[in-house]
């Protein structure tokens, strides 16, 4: 049966007003439901193909469509002078930052009854758990590789952090 013929069909069988036809062929089963003259609008034509059968389109004959390339402006740059840089700025880059190794939760405490790992202006040596990240259902602790001070908290306790976002800022002198 050409999907004409079936389009044609169905159409006929909407019009004869049978609220309910089966048909099965070799190839094809097809049943129509649709719903009784006067019922509500709450019931739905249900058409369900069980195995189709194959179409065949040919290709051959049409010409294929050149897309002509286009040409994309970008914004004109602007430059920017350099503002004061303020003492505090300037010493900074003696700092180290601490950066998540993984993508996941960060807690800073081990439970939520326990005391932190680290706070601002405490000392840290390798090896010094200093959060935790849970991933997948894992808690992570997070170890300091150098020793220093703890100069900044750069995440909030409980929050999501990204690989390699910076978590803590240390002062290694």
């Known amino acids: 049966m050409e999907l004409k013929e079936l389009q044609d069909f169905i159409k006929n069988i909407a019009k004869s007003g049978a609220t309910e036809v089966k048909i099965e062929t070799g190839d094809l089963k097809l049943t129509i439901k649709t719903p009784p003259k006067g019922k509500a609008a709450q019931t739905h034509t249900e058409t369900t193909v069980v195995q189709g059968f194959p179409i065949q389109t040919q290709m051959t004959g049409i010409p294929q469509m050149q897309m002509a390339p286009t040409m994309q402006t970008m ?3 602007q430059q920017v002078t350099p503002t004061e840089v303020t003492k505090e700025e300037e010493g ?3 700092y ?3 950066k998540a190794p993984m993508v996941g939760t960060f807690y800073r405490k ?5 005391p932190t790992y680290v706070n ?3 000392e840290v040596n390798p ?15 997070i170890e300091s590789e150098i020793s220093g001070k ?3 908290v750069l995440v909030d306790d409980s929050t999501p952090v990204e690989f390699d976002q910076p978590l803590y800022i240390i002062d290694p002198s």
């Open 110 to 114: 081990p439970a939520p009854d326990k």
């Open 120 to 122: 601002v202006g405490d």
């Open 150 to 152: 703890i100069i900044k």
């Open 127 to 141: 090896g010094d758990i200093i959060c935790i990240i849970e991933a997948m259902k894992l808690f992570n602790e």
């Open 92 to 94: 900074s880059s003696k």
């Open 96 to 98: 180290i930052e601490i």
């Open 75 to 77: 914004p004109p740059i």
